[in-house]
């Protein structure tokens, strides 16, 4: 596996980290522990020995279930948690609202202030059964909490030993910029942004951003949950508890034209790499500068050794160049589907600001 520097912290990373959100069930038509703990575990056989969790999947579930899989390897692997996104505490503005995997509803709410933040590190060393995290990220900017707040705490939790790395996820370039203020001398170590071949955004201003202050950035999604491994064909439904049967990517047009451009752009780089279409997704946003490492998903011990090995496959420029043209030119439809209850909630809101 080959490793790099978590940007001007002490970490070294793997190139590909295991994300352990679909692990937690959630908002993934639910998860089974004994096949995500075989995952974790070929993972760190694999070297891919970095895991990125957070409170919020699966309500605990992903953090305890990672703590299981790890649980007598601690020396073995890095430990990536969040803070920030409540569910059990009243304050703070809505991130979402959904059912979970019992049919219980959730409201999952912003909150990044001190004492939230102390709280959810105390709960996740619990959770995953070790006594520091290697790097905890805000998972997302909560608004209603001053950056320097949470970043003081953040700062406290570093000096008595229970948080090692501090990172944030979700960040535009200004408050990265505040992020790394309140830091003082202490190095951002990291954001966590969305990045795939049909998500781009970042290499507007994050990335070069990121490598020009040389913060490391750990992407997210790479695989577009999946869809971009081709294994997502017109056939495959998805239930209502999984979040795909909703995600704009995965709605019956675009997976077509993904599936196509796949077929027409990835498929030949994969054969002369003897590799699969997903590895070559991975390794194309681990070619981009300023990318530090990709963090995929796996539900299965053999995802996660297909994952861990597409760190391996280095992609020439042109072969970079011509999976970013297939991909651009694609006229695909990401406009939001917006729910009935949230057009009521905009519509409230508009007509109480007047
Ligand atoms: N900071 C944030 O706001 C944020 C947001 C999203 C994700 N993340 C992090 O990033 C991680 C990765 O993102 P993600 O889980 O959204 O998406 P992803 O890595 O793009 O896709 C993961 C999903 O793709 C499928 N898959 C994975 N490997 C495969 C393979 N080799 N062959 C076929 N299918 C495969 C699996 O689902 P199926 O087997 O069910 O198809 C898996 O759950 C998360 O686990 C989480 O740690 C962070």
Redesign the pocket.
């Known amino acids: 596996m080959r490793h790099a520097r978590l940007g001007r912290s002490d970490l070294r990373v793997p190139r590909v ?7 937690g069930g959630w908002g ?2 639910g998860a089974d522990d004994e096949a995500s703990i075989r995952a974790v575990q070929a993972s760190i056989e694999v070297g891919a020995n970095a ?4 409170p919020v ?1 699966g309500f605990g579930r ?1 953090e305890e279930v990672l703590g299981r899989a790890i649980r007598g390897r601690r020396a073995d692997v890095l430990l ?1 948690t ?1 803070v920030g996104l409540r569910w059990d505490d009243a304050r703070g503005d809505v991130a979402f609202d959904a059912l979970d995997d019992r049919g219980v509803r959730r409201v999952v709410r912003r909150n990044a202030r001190a004492d939230s933040v102390r709280l959810e590190v105390e709960r996740s060393l619990a959770r995953l059964g070790v006594e520091t995290l290697d790097l905890v ?1 805000v ?2 900017p909560d608004p209603r909490t001053p950056v320097a707040e949470t970043m003081a705490t953040l700062l406290d939790l570093r000096r008595e030993g229970k948080v090692r790395e501090i990172g944030v ?2 960040f535009d370039v200004p408050l990265l910029r505040v992020a790394q203020e309140a830091l003082g001398a202490v190095p951002l170590a990291s954001t ?3 990045y ?1 071949l049909v998500a781009r955004d970042i290499e507007r201003d994050v990335l070069p951003h990121c490598a020009r202050e040389d913060i490391g950035v750990i ?11 081709g ?2 064909g017109a056939a ?1 439904a998805f239930g209502e508890a ?1 979040g ?1 049967s909703r995600r704009a990517t995965f709605r019956a047009r675009n997976r077509a034209l993904v599936n196509a451009a796949l077929e027409l752009a990835a498929a030949p780089v994969a054969r002369a790499h003897a590799a ?1 279409l ?2 070559v ?1 991975i390794a194309w946003v681990l070619a981009q500068r300023g990318v530090t490492a ?7 011990a ?3 050794r ?2 861990a090995a597409a760190a391996e496959l280095d992609l020439s420029a042109p072969e970079s160049d011509a999976l970013r043209a297939a991909f651009e030119s694609l006229p695909l439809d990401l406009t939001r589907a917006v729910s009935f209850s949230a057009r009521i909630r905009g519509l409230v809101g508009r007509l109480l600001r007047r």
């Open positions: 980290v295991f994300g352990a959100w679909a692990i993934w038509g895991f990125d969790t957070a999947y992903s990536f969040k990220q998972h997302w996820s979700n966590q942004p969305k795939s992407v997210y999604s790479p695989l577009e949950q999946g869809l971009l491994t294994r997502v495959r999984d795909r699969t997903g590895q997704a990709a963090i995929v998903g796996a539900r299965t053999e995802q996660a297909e994952n």
